[in-house]
């Protein structure tokens, strides 16, 4: 009688670190997609004449600054998402709370993006925008640093790498303030302030090196 191979099962600390990556692409995913979704088709009254067309379209480039910049915003959170855990080698119950709280804010981030579009240079719209995104940089920081130490970091990650890390969610969390300040007083500016991510980004390398 032939004996049935079975095929390992996973369990273990690597297979609960691949349970909760692989949730928090999905989240990313949605959350990136959903941005989409929320512009939508211009209508167009009367014959449809070209130039008809074209003031509809114009009229959604506010709804497209917001799609663009949401869109590279959640896509860095999750780049960042995905080298911090590159370093992970050790399983920690530690790390569901702020890997939780930090997808609770980008799963947020389609409806304040819809928000600060429909109401684009309005000043309560783009503040929260600001606001709830300093709030995802925040659980951000708080996920690397779990990640980033003992006991789930791998012991192969040397301390400038770990320290590259935080830096950098240091330097989305400027950004997002700084939009906020920005956003205040000259509203129409608000989101493009947080180009000044990698400013502070540079910025934050250099004193690093100088230290």
Known sequence: MRRIRREPEL???GHALERLIFFSDAVFAIAITLLIIEIHVPEVHGPGSDREFLIALARLIPNFISFFVSFFVIGSFWAGHHRVFDCARHWDPRIV??????????????FFTAL?????????PVAFYSGWLALAALANIWLQRVVTSAPVVGAQVS?????????????TLLG???????GLFVPFLG???????????????????GG
């Open 176 to 182: 997002a303030v700084t939009s906020l300040v920005v």
């Open 191 to 209: 989101q493009p302030a947080l180009l000044t991510i990698f400013v502070w980004r540079v910025l934050l390398q250099r004193l690093n090196r």
């Open 159 to 171: 301390a400038e790498q770990r320290g590259m890390l935080r830096l950098r969610g240091y330097a």
């Open 116 to 124: 600060s579009s429909e109401y684009y240079g309005h000043r309560v």
């Open 11 to 13: 369990h273990g600390p």
């Open 97 to 110: 709370l702020p890997n939780l709280v930090l997808l609770c804010t980008i799963a947020a981030m389609p």
